[in-house]
């Protein structure tokens, strides 16, 4: 006879173990399917995806601190070295305590990790093939596939471990590339470009639209373009990559302009980043009958993540909606409390995004470019971080906050934030979007003085009231 669950979830990733966690919290008897060979949880986000590239992006943005920076603070420094064994080291060492940390909260809360690939059958039943082969059978009343995406890959130049990578190698470059080739202007391609070129690559980006980071606000992208040029980037826009050869321990990449100009790139190791797709291989989707789109391979849901087929839920990447872990996340959380009765909500107009090159970008609700196709009336509000105490005294003289206020109602529509630490300065406007506030309401909130957070302050005062005090 099969394990019996209330709830099985295939996948261990922010989607799967937090859905798994919260849905345990509430009582239900549940299972957390993951098929990592070395059986960690946390899915692509703590494996090989957010955390071990964020460990990487503070690592290295310290040593361009030190060899960059620090002068201008009056810290003298000797000859500064990198070591990479160590810093890759200690990226690692981030990756298993955080992934150690997911299987004792299994253990707390008791939600049963089962290790092993699985296959949904017909009837709320999961086959489970173990590492070693062996086979079992698992059936809940409930299945939540969470499965997550992989990297999308170029057909004409397949991905080979080594030299044309995805973004997992491209954790792991030993010794350091000399001229990192990067296909795509997107978070992954920024955001490991980045990593690279601070520890001393060359670092070419080809973009195929027009712009980089084509989804942002367009004056971001346009200031982040010009920023990462001044910090060395070659950055190719309007470029249509068409293939890739590899001679010895080179790599040419060739190339088409927008006015149909061969071009052609050599560089020791190329980074394709152009994309994530559902992963669904192995899954049984066609057997067990659960509709997804055959373009994109979403998996179609209703509003309570519900396939076609009764019983089978999906969350996360594999459904539509920004490929992100905390909307995965957040998901999850939504998914477990109305199984167990609840009756909780999501707000995907409030989901925040973040890129974590240096300075760091974020934002929240619609760009001035979305803003502007709905035909609403807007206010735009705009307070520089060199006009902020803090920022000048951090020497960070980079970057600007961006409020989008509603012209009528004075509702925030939109914040964009190009500068030190956007990553934890936006929460505050996620706040005051899903309290669906004004401008009014951010700006009279008092702000720590000195604090990078009185930008967002003065830019809110500058979207309602025309003028902020300090500029
Ligand atoms: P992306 O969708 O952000 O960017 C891919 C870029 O590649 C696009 O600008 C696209 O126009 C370009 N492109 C596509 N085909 C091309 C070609 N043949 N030649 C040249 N350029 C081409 O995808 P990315 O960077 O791979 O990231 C994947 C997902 O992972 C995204 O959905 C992102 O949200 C998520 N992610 C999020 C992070 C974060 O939250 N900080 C960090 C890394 C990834």
């Known amino acids: 006879m099969a394990d019996q669950y209330d709830l099985i979830v295939i996948g261990g990733g922010p989607g799967g173990y937090t859905a798994a966690i919260r849905a345990a919290q509430l009582g239900l008897k549940t299972a957390c399917v993951e098929k990592r060979e070395n059986k960690a949880l946390g899915g692509t986000c703590l494996n090989v995806g957010c955390i071990p590239s964020k460990a990487l992006l503070d690592s290295s943005e310290m040593y361009e601190t030190t060899t960059h920076k620090l002068a201008r603070h009056g810290v003298k420094v000797g000859s500064v070295a990198l070591d990479l064994d160590t810093m ?35 009837g709320n039943k999961v086959e489970v093939t173990a590492a070693g082969g062996a086979k079992s059978t698992l059936e809940a009343k409930s299945v939540l596939l969470a499965t997550g995406s992989e990297s999308a890959e170029l057909p004409f130049m397949k991905f080979d471990g080594k030299h044309i990578v995805s973004s997992t190698e491209a954790l792991n470059f030993n010794p350091v590339p000399k001229h990192l080739i990067v296909v795509g202007g997107g978070y992954i391609g920024l955001e490991l470009g980045s990593v690279w070129k601070r520890l001393g690559s060359k670092v070419t980006v080809l973009e195929f639209l027009p712009r980089i980071l084509s989804i942002s606000d367009g004056e971001i992208a346009s200031d982040v ?26 790599v040419t990449v060739t190339a088409q302009s927008k006015d149909g100009k061969e071009l052609s790139f050599q560089g020791d190791r190329v980074l394709v980043a152009v994309g994530r797709r559902p992963y669904t291989a192995g899954l049984g989707l066609d057997d067990a009958g659960v509709k997804y789109d055959a373009k994109s391979g979403r998996v179609e849901v209703n509003q309570h ?27 999850g959380v939504v998914f477990a409390e109305t199984l167990a009765g609840m009756k909780p909500h999501i707000n995907y107009d409030a989901i925040p995004s973040v890129i974590y090159i240096w300075p760091e970008v974020s934002s929240v609700g619609l760009t001035e470019e979305q803003v502007k196709e709905k035909g609403t009336e807007y206010r735009v509000g705009k307070f520089k971080f060199s006009a902020t105490g803090r920022a000048k005294a951090m020497d960070e003289q980079d970057g600007y906050v ?38 009014e309401d951010i700006a009279r909130c008092t702000h720590a003085h000195p604090t990078l957070s009185e930008a967002v302050g003065e830019a809110a005062r ?7 005090l300090n500029s």
């Open 462 to 468: 500058m979207a309602w009231a025309g003028k902020p």
């Open 225 to 250: 373009h010009k920023l990462l040029t001044k910090q060395g980037f070659e950055i190719h826009v309007d470029t249509k990559v068409t293939g890739a050869k590899v001679s010895g321990d080179n």
């Open 88 to 122: 890759l080291k200690r990226k690692d060492k981030v990756v298993s305590e955080l992934t150690g940390g997911v299987a004792y909260l299994f253990k707390k809360y008791g939600v049963t990790p089962v290790f092993g690939s699985a296959k949904l059958l017909k």
């Open 305 to 331: 993540f519900q396939t076609n087929v009764t019983g089978v839920y999906a969350i996360g990447d594999l459904i539509a909606g920004p490929m992100l872990a905390h909307k995965a996340s957040e998901e």
């Open 402 to 439: 961006k409020v989008l206020a509603d012209a009528k109602t004075d509702r925030v529509l939109g914040v964009h934030i190009l500068g030190p630490r956007a990553s934890d300065l936006i929460a505050e406007c996620v706040t005051i979007m899903e309290f669906k506030g004004s401008a």
